[in-house]
């Protein structure tokens, strides 16, 4: 039978693609949507202002928001979460209390003592740092969206080789500053040169993931800066990377060609079957050719360039799925086969 679960935040960005994504899903079945005191009470297809290539589905448009704010109890004990950070903060930590697992796309957690930043193919041993919440339930947070994006090509290359120093620069899409975000005239025919808390959440969160578990978390020792930019791209964030690293380009480029994690081992339902695929023409990866590949779940590297020690590649990523949704699905799967939950 499958499991039922809750989406908060539903009427979102992510929350969006959290209902597309979990339609026919063989692990679980969404029973209850969620949103803010404004959509409550309103049939799903009545309260979302849909903006997804494909319609509504079926099973959610005559689904009733409810509002965690109206009546705090929820019945699933599976949450997926896309809510605002400041709502998360303490709306989260109760429904783990009370023994819900919560797998959050939020900022709020990611840094607690015992709460992982999980991408499966990167760290999924992260995963066993649930047990030491203390709590019923638990929280599972996925990384920024464009941490994630990043740390799956540096993962490939950290299992073979030493690296170190990097300089990424980033232009990410409108998507990711949520439905309402940026208004037209901010951002059309336009690159906003700063993102508040972006590069912190880049510096901090990629020394987390590649770091180690061992009852406690201890970060992966490197220097990295970050440059975030906002671009008028409707879904992906590209990433320009630099990095030292110890190996020639042939080895670089099979490293990352080959790389594959538990994920695909374990043959998840959302498990892209190629994390990273690699492009030999110079004008890709773009958003509008390659934000979809692997389902939105695969990172696309190009641009590979090897000189005096400095690698260089552009990543693309899709914010709402890989870095978001289709990310938090993919630490459920795992946590489901992992009998967690
Ligand atoms: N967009 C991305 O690419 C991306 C990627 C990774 C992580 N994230 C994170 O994911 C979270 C959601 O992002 P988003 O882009 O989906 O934001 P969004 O489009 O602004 O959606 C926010 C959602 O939260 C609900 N909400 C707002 N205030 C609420 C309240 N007081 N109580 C309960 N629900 C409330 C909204 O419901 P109503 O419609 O009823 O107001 C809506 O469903 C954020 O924390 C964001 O940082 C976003």
Known sequence: MKKQVAIMGATGMVGQRFVSLLENHPFFEVT???????????????????????????????IVLKSFEDSPTVQENIVFSALPSDV??????ELAKSGHFVFSNTSSHRYDEFVPILIPEVNPDHIEAVKFQGTKGFIVTNANCSTTGLVIPLKALL????????????????????????????????????????????EIETKKILGKFVQKFTD?????????????VREGHTEVVFLKVEAYLPEIISALRDFRGLPQELKLPTAPLKPIIIFEDPLRPQPVLDV??????????????????????????????RGAAGGSILNAELAYVKGLI
């Open 32 to 62: 209850s949507l969620y949103g803010s005191k404004r959509s409550a009470g309103k049939k799903y297809k009545d309260a979302v202002q849909w903006v997804l290539e494909k319609d509504i589905p079926e099973y959610a448009k005559s």
């Open 159 to 202: 299992d073979r080789f030493k690296i170190s120093d990097l300089f990424v620069v980033t232009m990410q899409a409108i998507s990711g500053a949520g439905i309402h975000g940026l208004s037209a005239l901010e951002i059309h025919g336009n690159v906003l040169p700063y993102i508040e808390k972006e590069e912190e959440k880049i």
């Open 220 to 232: 992966f020792d490197i220097n990295i800066f970050a440059r975030t930019n906002r671009v008028p």
């Open 88 to 93: 998360a903060n303490t709306l989260e930590t």
């Open 292 to 321: 979809n590949n692997g389902n939105g779940m695969s990172v696309s590297v190009g641009r590979i360039r090897l000189k005096g020690g400095i690698l260089t590649f552009t990543v693309l990523s899709h914010n709402t799925i």
